[in-house]
């Protein structure tokens, strides 16, 4: 067994077709299969360090040492590969997000992947990239996506065992995303409680679950056949179901914000003009235009109309994780 200090770059990640709601939350078993888009501009590096004289993991984000809370929750992801590999050593860990501040989004799942993907390296352990996603899994649910570029699902499964990453499509084809950060402050409920809730009081949870397989169905269709406003359309309806699901809680509550129904407007207003665009949002204000790149400058250009100019940031599809060779 060799043990290096190993650097490793992923890329965050947006659902099309959502991740909402655990059949095991222990594990981390989603009760519906998602569908992601990779994005190319936002990425966490990671580096991570075995050491046999550590007496307890350390972990630094942006430079700053962390409190033990985001600690111990590294050090039970550590774990997991502590006891594959049979190393015991405690780590030292090292993360820097390269998310603009303006994003808005969360780092949760380029942090994971990006995690997962350098303890690999460091520990030199035999896991092809979809085992490897088992474990980024861990660390958050959408992480499981993160290991791979362009367009992931992340197949439910039967069992912890095979609920797992598989790449369906590189995206290498005119597809760009504009993301609208209406509010980068924290959420006041997770996407960890609110899932939770959702499930356990919506009566709209169970038709969501239905209908969301049958929409992963289509967008693979869709996919396939690079049918780009099938995909978007796909995207955006299966968004709106999953935030009908928290209006139908009990107590009910929305992630959307006044901001967050401008922006929605305005996507319908710009497809009025003629672009190609459909939203998607996530368990936050924040939301996500899917376009053809073609058309991204002008539809930055065009959303000015709506929104400051540092709230609108533009992407394409992003790449698999990546072994760096140090900080670059
Ligand atoms: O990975 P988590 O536990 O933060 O959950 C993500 C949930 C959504 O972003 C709302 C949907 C998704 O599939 O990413």
Redesign the pocket.
């Known amino acids: 067994m060799s043990i290096k200090e190993a650097y490793c770059r992923a890329h965050t990640?947006?659902?099309l077709?959502?991740?909402?709601g655990k059949s095991d939350p222990v594990n981390?078993v989603p009760t519906s299969s998602?569908l992601?888009l990779t994005l190319d501009r936002f990425y966490t590096d990671t580096r991570v360090s075995f050491q046999a004289q550590l007496d307890q993991d350390q972990f630094f984000l942006n430079g700053q040492e962390q409190e033990k809370a985001e600690r111990d929750k590294i050090s039970r992801f550590l774990d997991h590969f502590r006891q594959l590999s049979g190393v015991n050593y405690r780590a030292q860990v090292s993360s820097y997000n390269h998310v603009p501040t303006a994003a808005g989004l969360?780092s949760?799942?380029s942090a994971y992947a990006a995690l997962a993907g350098a303890c690999r390296e460091a520990l030199d352990l035999d896991l092809t990239d979809s085992q490897l996603s088992r474990f980024a899994r861990r660390g958050?649910?959408?992480?499981t996506?993160s290991i791979f570029g362009g367009f992931v699902e992340?197949s439910q499964g039967s069992s912890p065992e095979n609920s797992m990453a598989i790449p369906i499509d590189a995206a290498n084809w005119d597809i760009g995303m504009v993301v609208i950060a209406v509010n980068k402050g924290a959420k006041k409920i997770?996407?960890?409680q609110?899932?939770a809730h959702t499930l356990a009081t919506s009566p709209f949870y169970e038709e969501w679950v239905k209908q969301s397989r049958q929409d992963l169905d289509e967008i693979k269709t869709a996919i396939a056949q690079r049918d780009f406003t099938t995909v978007g359309q796909i995207a955006e309806a299966n968004a709106m179901r999953?935030h009908a699901t928290t209006l139908a809680a009990n107590p009910p509550f929305t992630y959307f914000e006044e901001e967050t129904l401008t922006a929605i407007r305005a996507v319908q207003d710009l497809r009025a003009a003629g672009y190609d665009v459909y939203y998607t949002i996530?368990?936050g204000p924040n939301v996500k235009i899917l376009c053809p790149a073609s058309q991204m400058t002008a539809i930055e250009e065009a959303l000015g109309q709506y929104f400051a100019s540092e709230k609108i940031i533009s992407t394409l599809p992003g790449g698999p994780i990546q072994i760096l060779s140090e900080w670059t």
């Open positions: 990640n947006i659902a077709i959502k991740y909402w981390i998602s992601s969360a949760s799942a958050s649910g959408s992480a996506r992340w997770s996407s960890r609110g899932m999953m996530d368990a």
